[in-house]
Every structure is written in structure tokens, then in C-alpha cells.
């Protein structure tokens, strides 16, 4: 198994390798939403103090760990995945004796993942001196216990995108689907706003979806801006939607094959 | 006249081929409104905790975003499916049939592709604009609406006139394939006043992807931040990238060689 995975990265790496210009592209693209929030956040702090007990700086800081904490849980695997169903090209890899989704989709992810934040790497140091964040309040232990945290955000992010993407059994309008699933990030994740600033009914439903598992609750980890509870509380909800969108996921991929007749292939 | 005429079958054509996908036009319909309720509601979330950003006000913005939406569709009706079908015919060299064509080949190239139900996403922006401007309680005189409508029409030839420079470098560069990304890459900044960016993203948007010009200024003129030298240099810019984007599109074609033959 280990032999397989290792095959699998070599194989994806090589594959992401080759298509670096447009990875580029993407982070270039990926990046703007991030900074103009920021941009647009700290300029109403500065001109009031703060906003609502946000300093600018905790706002640069929360961006700053923003662009961190989503290149990790964040997939691109409608894009990856979703043209295979499509046009037919699957079934090439259901004939082998491996998950496609479970394996070579997932290592292409992660291999998407360490290349995007190769090139992160330089322009967050940049970022870092343009913005000057103080991050003297983070501490090790918050890192220690955001990475576990991002690394379950990853997969319950992957899982429920994979149970999109395999929507593509039945409909062939699965972008417009991700769109709106994307709308549902936006709104409660913590993406455009640290969650405490929305309005209180987002907040009381945010709690319980899984959306600022990829985003939100990490970065409050890595700021140590939680009380133990809350963090017990995070990881147990983490842990449930994990559970949960796993079996979303094998349940919907199961009934999708079952229906796949491999159009024109 | 010809022109127009032209103009008008494009759209006609253009109206046939998306009516055989018109459940994906309603789909479509339906996400442009629900992105439409995030705006808003992310300007109400803004709103909440502060009463101006960067001293402009809630009209002032709902007005922008109008006016970003006016961008924004120009980018997604008319730049993206051109380019593609451009990138395309360079790719494949059917290029060659549109240079015979008796016609001005940069008007053909940039037109002959439209999303047509996007047409809706105009009138939006227009009501979001004259919503805007009334909530704003700025005093829009004629004149003030006039100098607001020239910058918005030529912040729209700024933004047009460096697509045409993007894609004309597909004729030096054959491999160009991401030519207008990265102006879609900066297009969100649209959204917001440049003035709240600090200075390193504010030139970006104004000089060297010039987002900016198409979307804060013309609203600076609105509410009087601008003064007549100033309106009279960003007319002068429009005009000024409308000529050196055709020069640049010239001397490309001059280039274009064909791709098999």
C-alpha cells in the first residue's frame, strides 16, 4: 500500500510539475479576495480604534493566517475530478484495484497543495513585511494543536467536495452546484469576516456546519484566542462531520458507479 | 452603421446558441442573484460595524458595486468567450478566415462572442447604481452625472484596451494561453473604494492593471473628490490606451503568420 501511495506522488507530482505557469495563475487569482478583506477590514479599524474589540492587527494577523490555513484545507477536486465523470475517462482508472477518488485523486490534491505553498512560501514573506502582523501572542502549542485541526478540515473538506464532484453521475451541471457551495463557504466559514462579526444567526448556525472547520476554528487555534472548551468543542465537531461526510461520500460514490455507463469511452 | 448591423447579428446569433441551454441559463440566472444577496449582505455586515469606510458611505458603495457589476459583465459576456475563441483560432490558425473578412479584425474578434443572458446582469448593475447614488444623499448635479458617465465609459475602454493588448501578445508569444487572468485575477478589488487599499495595491490597480480607473474614479467623480484637470487626464487616458491598443493590435497581426500552412 505504501509502494502504491508512493508511486501515486511520484506520478502526481511530476503531473502538477509540468502545469507550474497556471498554478501561478491560480494563486495570483486565489490570493486577491484575501488581501482586499484585509485591506478593507484594518482601513475601518484604523479609522475607529477598533471593531468591536478587533484591533488592525488582530485583523492582519487573521488574514495573514487565513492564506496559511486555507492553501492547506482547501481541494481543487471538481476540477481535477469532476471531467473524468464527464467524459468518460474514469473508467480507465475503476478497473484498478484502488479507490480512484480515495488515492490517486487525493494525492494529486496533496501534491496540488505542496506546490501551491512552495509558491506561497516567497509571496507570504513579502505580504509579511508589507503588512508588518505581530504575531508575538502565538504560541507553539496553538500551532501543535491548529495542525491536526487543519489536517481534519483537509479531509472533511475533501469528502464533501468529492461528494459534489460525484453528483457528476447524475447531472452535468456540478460546477453550478460547487458555485453554491461555495456561497455556503463564503457565508460560514469565516472567509470574508472572523466569524464573530457576522450577524449573530450565521454565527448560531456556523457552529454546527462543518465550513469554519476550513477555515475559522484553525486559525482561532493558531491566534490561542479560544477557551478549552471551545477547542474540545471544535474537535469534536470536526471529528462528527468527518464521520458524517465520509459516509455522505461513500454512500453517494457507490450509487454514482453503480449508474456510470462510461459515456463515449 | 455596418457596424451596428453586424453587432446586431452577433447578438442574434449569439441569442440562438444559448437558447439550447436554457435550463443553464436559469440555473445561471439564479447563482447571479444569490451572489448578487452576498454583495449586499457582506456590505451590510460592513455597515454594521462602522458607519463609513474610508469615508465614503453605504449608497456610495452599493453605487460602486453597480458600477463594478458594469465591469464585471463586460468581463465575463465579452472577454472571456472572445479570448477563448481567439486563443483558439490562433491555436488552430482558423485566424486566417477571420483576417479575410472585409471588416475591422480587432472588432471582429472582440464582439462576435456574447453571453447574451448576461444582458440582465446590466440592468442590475444600472439599478444598483441609481439605487446607490440616491441612498448616498451626494448632490448629483447634470454635470456631475455627465463627468460620472464619460469616466465610467472610458474606464470601460481603459479595461477593454488592455485585454486587446493581453491577447495581442498571443501573436509574439504563441504559448499565451493565460493572457486575461491575470486581469480577472485583480477584477474583485473592483469592489471596494482603492483608496481604503495601501499604496503598493493602490498603484497596482490604478497603473498597472487599472481596475481602479474603471470603478473608484468614475465614482470619485460622483461624489467631487476629482477636479477638472483630473477628469480631464483620465478622459485623456481612455482615449490615449484605446489608440495604443490598436497600434499594439497592428503590428501583431502583422506577425500572425497562420499555424499549419
Known amino acids: 500500500m505504501i509502494l502504491i501511495f508512493q508511486r501515486l506522488w511520484q506520478v502526481n507530482w511530476a503531473e502538477q510539475w509540468q502545469y507550474r505557469a497556471n498554478l501561478l495563475m491560480y494563486l495570483l487569482y486565489w490570493l486577491v479576495s484575501p488581501i482586499i478583506y484585509l485591506a478593507v477590514w484594518t482601513s475601518i479599524a484604523n479609522s475607529k480604534g477598533n471593531v468591536n474589540g478587533f484591533t488592525a492587527n488582530d485583523f492582519i494577523t487573521y488574514y495573514m493566517t487565513l492564506l496559511i490555513v486555507d492553501q492547506v484545507t482547501s481541494n481543487i477536486i471538481i476540477h481535477s475530478f469532476g471531467y473524468k465523470i464527464q467524459?468518460?475517462?474514469?473508467?480507465?482508472?475503476?478497473?484498478?484495484?484502488?479507490?480512484?477518488?480515495?488515492?490517486?485523486?487525493?494525492?494529486?490534491?496533496?501534491?496540488?497543495?505542496?506546490?501551491?505553498?512552495?509558491?506561497?512560501?516567497?509571496?507570504w514573506i513579502i505580504l509579511f513585511f508589507l503588512f508588518r502582523p505581530d504575531f508575538s501572542h502565538v504560541t507553539l502549542i496553538g500551532i501543535l494543536l491548529a495542525i491536526p485541526a487543519m489536517v481534519m478540515g483537509f479531509f472533511v473538506g475533501f469528502l464533501l467536495s468529492a461528494a459534489i464532484t460525484a453528483l457528476a453521475f447524475w447531472t452535468t451541471r456540478i460546477y453550478s452546484i460547487h458555485e453554491f457551495y461555495f456561497a455556503l463557504i463564503l457565508l460560514f466559514s469565516g472567509q470574508f469576516v472572523p466569524l464573530t462579526l457576522m450577524p449573530k444567526v450565521i454565527q448560531d448556525i456556523a457552529q454546527y456546519l462543518p465550513f469554519q472547520l476550513l477555515i475559522y476554528y484553525p486559525i482561532q487555534l493558531v491566534l490561542g484566542k479560544l477557551s478549552t472548551q471551545q477547542i474540545v468543542q471544535g474537535y469534536v465537531m470536526g471529528f462528527i462531520w468527518l464521520l458524517v461526510s465520509f459516509f455522505v461520500f461513500n454512500w453517494v460514490w457507490r450509487k454514482g458507479v453503480k449508474r456510470f455507463s462510461a459515456v463515449g469511452a | 452603421m455596418q457596424t451596428l448591423k453586424l453587432l446586431g447579428s452577433f447578438l442574434k446569433i449569439n441569442i440562438q446558441m444559448s437558447l439550447a441551454y436554457r435550463a443553464d441559463t436559469v440555473v445561471n440566472i439564479l447563482l447571479n442573484i444569490m451572489w448578487l444577496g452576498w454583495e449586499l449582505l457582506s456590505l451590510n455586515i460592513i455597515f454594521s460595524n462602522t458607519t463609513s469606510l474610508g469615508g465614503w458611505t453605504l449608497g456610495e458603495l452599493i453605487a460602486l458595486l453597480g458600477v463594478f457589476r458594469l465591469v464585471n459583465t463586460m468581463m465575463v459576456a465579452l472577454i472571456w468567450p472572445n479570448t477563448e475563441k481567439f486563443n483558439q483560432s490562433i491555436r488552430d490558425g482558423s485566424m486566417d478566415y477571420t483576417i479575410l473578412q472585409p471588416i475591422n479584425t480587432m472588432f471582429l474578434v472582440t464582439f462576435s462572442r456574447i453571453t447574451v443572458w448576461r444582458v440582465w446582469d446590466l440592468v442590475l448593475a444600472i439599478t444598483l447604481i441609481v439605487v446607490g447614488i440616491n441612498l448616498s444623499g451626494d448632490i448629483a448635479t447634470a454635470s456631475s452625472i455627465l463627468t460620472f458617465m464619460l469616466l465610467t465609459i472610458s474606464g470601460a475602454i481603459v479595461i477593454y484596451s488592455l485585454w486587446i493588448v493581453l491577447i495581442a501578445l498571443t501573436f509574439w508569444f504563441t504559448k499565451f494561453d493565460n493572457n486575461v487572468t491575470i486581469l480577472q485575477a485583480l477584477m474583485d478589488s473592483g469592489r471596494y473604494p482603492?483608496?481604503?487599499?495601501p499604496a503598493w495595491l493602490r498603484i497596482i490597480v490604478t497603473f498597472i492593471i487599472p481596475i481602479a480607473v474603471a470603478?473608484?474614479?468614475?465614482?470619485q467623480a460622483l461624489r467631487s473628490d476629482l477636479n477638472a484637470g483630473q477628469i480631464v487626464m483620465f478622459f485623456v487616458i481612455g482615449v490615449l490606451s484605446f489608440w495604443v491598443a490598436s497600434r499594439v493590435w497592428k503590428s501583431g497581426l502583422k506577425r500572425y503568420s497562420g499555424a499549419s500552412s
Do not use: C, Q
Open chain 1, 87 to 123: 467524459d468518460g475517462t474514469l473508467s480507465g482508472e475503476l478497473i484498478r484495484p484502488i479507490h480512484p477518488m480515495l488515492t490517486n485523486a487525493l494525492v494529486n490534491n496533496v501534491a496540488f497543495k505542496g506546490l501551491t505553498i512552495m509558491g506561497l512560501t516567497p509571496i
Open chain 2, 194 to 197: 482603492a483608496t481604503v487599499y
Open chain 2, 215 to 219: 470603478t473608484t474614479i468614475p465614482l
